[in-house]
T-cell receptor, first 115, second 115 residues
């Protein structure tokens, strides 16, 4: 089945650790995105990538890093510099950039908890 | 990024009732998107609206792109238990504004249905 796969679904991080969330899509979409969702809040953009080997900071990029070495993969690393990382993380993709008029589709999300 | 004003924040209704929710903004949008999110899952696209005044249906769901381009509403007719979830609106301003990805999200409407 085509879609966006995020893993793991649940992840626990100790203080000072870096963790990486995986996002893979087989939709042949050019653009990929990472959003963070906190309880009672809307989605906030962390990073996005319009094309392989290129990515841009979103509204809350501090403490996060990404890479886009392959079209189908866009992993997100939550670094120790992110002081409040506990949240629900959503990966998304679209055929082109959202600014070009393409709707984005979401993965099922990953829960990250700091212990 | 700036968020849309989505209301109501939550709704407690009886099964079979109709539901109405809306999003407003002081800015003009080129596209309105409505998503539904089940607990612990990623948002799923329900309806996309691309033209001012457009009225689009998807089963029991109907959404409209406001004439002023500053608002949109979503109606659900004859609600059923599986309609429970959080409904998000998202607006795209196009090339000249919005968040880094061009999308601005509402904070969501939490729909709770009492049997």
């Amino acid at each position: 089945d085509g879609g966006i796969t995020q893993s793991p679904k649940y992840l626990f991080r100790k203080e000072g650790q870096n963790v990486t969330l995986s996002c893979e899509q087989n939709l042949n979409h050019d653009a990929m995105y990472w959003y963070r969702q906190d309880p009672g809040q809307g989605l906030r953009l962390i990073y996005y990538s319009q094309i392989v080997n290129d990515f841009q900071k979103g509204d809350i990029a501090e403490g996060y890093s990404v890479s886009r070495e392959k079209k189908e993969s866009f992993p997100l690393t939550v670094t120790s510099a992110q002081k409040n990382p506990t949240a629900f993380y959503l990966c998304a993709s679209s055929t082109g950039g959202v600014l070009s008029g393409n709707t984005i589709y979401f993965g099922e999300g990953s829960w990250l908890t700091v212990v | 990024g700036q968020q849309l004003n989505q209301s109501p924040q939550s709704m407690f209704i009886q099964e079979g009732e109709d539901v109405s929710m809306n999003c407003t903004s002081s800015s003009i949008f080129n596209t309105w998107l409505w998503y539904k999110q089940d607990p612990g899952e990623g948002p799923v696209l329900l309806i996309a609206l691309y033209k001012a005044g457009e009225l689009t249906s998807n089963g029991r769901l109907t959404a409209q792109f406001g004439i002023t381009r500053k608002d949109s509403f979503l109606n659900i007719s004859a609600s059923i238990p599986s309609d429970v979830g959080i409904y998000f609106c998202a607006g795209r301003r196009g090339y000249s504004g919005g968040g880094a990805d061009g999308l601005t999200f509402g904070k969501g409407t939490h729909l709770i249905i009492q049997p």
